[in-house]
């Protein structure tokens, strides 16, 4: 790359990061768990947000901003669950930024919970753009291999938590768990690791408490 | 996007457009037809490439260069079919570029039919680049889900080819072939659609003739 390109793509980030850990301070003083969810397209992250929220409400209040290259999809079907949803269509953009979550923070009610930020389905660009988050999760569905870990780095090591998804198609899918297990423990040996299925709800109970707990820290912390 | 970053963009495309240009002349001059495959991760297009191989050889000779943000591993499997295959690892960027495949240019055999180019896997950025292809194949594995197409048009609008991979998982996967065809086809009326399983072979003999017709037609238009 040339130096003029390096010089724009640093000025870029430096701008994100900056909205974004203001975005962060703002969150965070509310007592809002903002929880960052990156992967491939059709991994399954809006039906794990189906099934998630079964988990944790009525206890807990959540809201969902979805990210989407292009159509109103996946924030028509959160809010048929009943949840507070915000669709930003990107229009190309490979990623969510700061700066697109920055511009719906006036609609984003005070006395939430959680927060959660579903990016555009990509292993790949979302992992370079902090949003503002306190916790990323990554989800690898078991269709796509037990070999991308170490294909796909970036997301797996700038993230808090991996959600192996789609377990109860194994077998007859040749997806070894503890292989990517290991794999992704390989390159980021503080994540931690969940094996769920959306449709048989394993997993769920411990992803929530998970998040619970998190909450109940992030809460302590800045009591 | 602020002035000065679409400029700097917009002199990267031109540039990447030019190199392939020259590629495609140069490639196309010798007879090879060319195939970009772009599809998410793990949606088999190195499994696919195995499996069209048992079709296309030993009557057709073809080698393929693989992107992936890291590792070898694609390159192994394909050579491990006595294929010729190159690997580009291109360390963080989330697609591969004409410049990368130029690179390599000195190493492509002379006489080979078919040159297959196994893009990183991403769903949108691989789309914007023109690597000096003749043809471009997009793959949606049916776990992926039949709403693809209009969640990420542009490798859907910028293809010839469909190949809906992973046919065997329907069912008991809720994927609605029909759907996804008509999506893609509503967003781009030319697309030839292939409906493929790499572990039952369905669909790969009729890919295999599309291929070979077009190789044809490259050749008659060359000639």
Not at 85 to 96: D, K, N, P, S, Y
Not at 97 to 119: H, S, T, V, Y
Not at 120 to 135: I, M, R, S, Y
Not at 211 to 218: F, G, P, S, V
Request: with cysteine; proline share 7%.
């Amino acid at each position: 790359m040339k130096t003029k390109e390096v010089m724009v793509l640093k000025d870029l980030l430096g701008s994100n990061n900056k909205i974004a850990g203001e975005i962060r301070d703002k969150l965070t003083a509310r007592g809002i768990l903002t929880i960052n969810l990156l992967s491939s397209p059709g991994a399954g992250k809006t039906t794990l947000l189906e099934a998630l929220s079964d988990e944790v409400r009525p206890r807990y209040r959540m809201a969902v901003i979805e990210g989407d290259i292009e159509t109103e999809r996946d924030a028509d079907r959160i809010r048929a669950k009943g949840i507070p949803a915000w669709q930003i269509q990107t229009g190309g953009a490979c990623h969510l930024d700061a700066r697109m979550i920055g511009r719906l923070f006036p609609e984003i009610p005070p006395d939430l919970d959680f927060l959660f930020i579903e990016n555009v389905g990509n292993l790949v660009c979302p992992a370079g753009f902090d949003l503002g988050e306190n916790l990323r999760l990554v989800l690898l569905s078991t269709p796509e291999g037990d070999d991308k870990p170490k294909k796909y780095p970036k997301a797996f090591t700038t993230s808090n938590g991996l959600v192996i998804s789609k377990t109860d198609l194994v077998p007859p899918l040749p997806f070894d768990i503890d292989r990517a297990r290991r794999e992704a423990l390989d390159i980021n040996p503080r994540l931690k690791v969940f094996t769920t299925s959306s449709q048989t709800k394993a997993g769920l109970p411990e992803l929530a408490a998970y998040l619970i707990e998190e909450l109940k820290r992030l809460r302590g912390d800045h009591a």
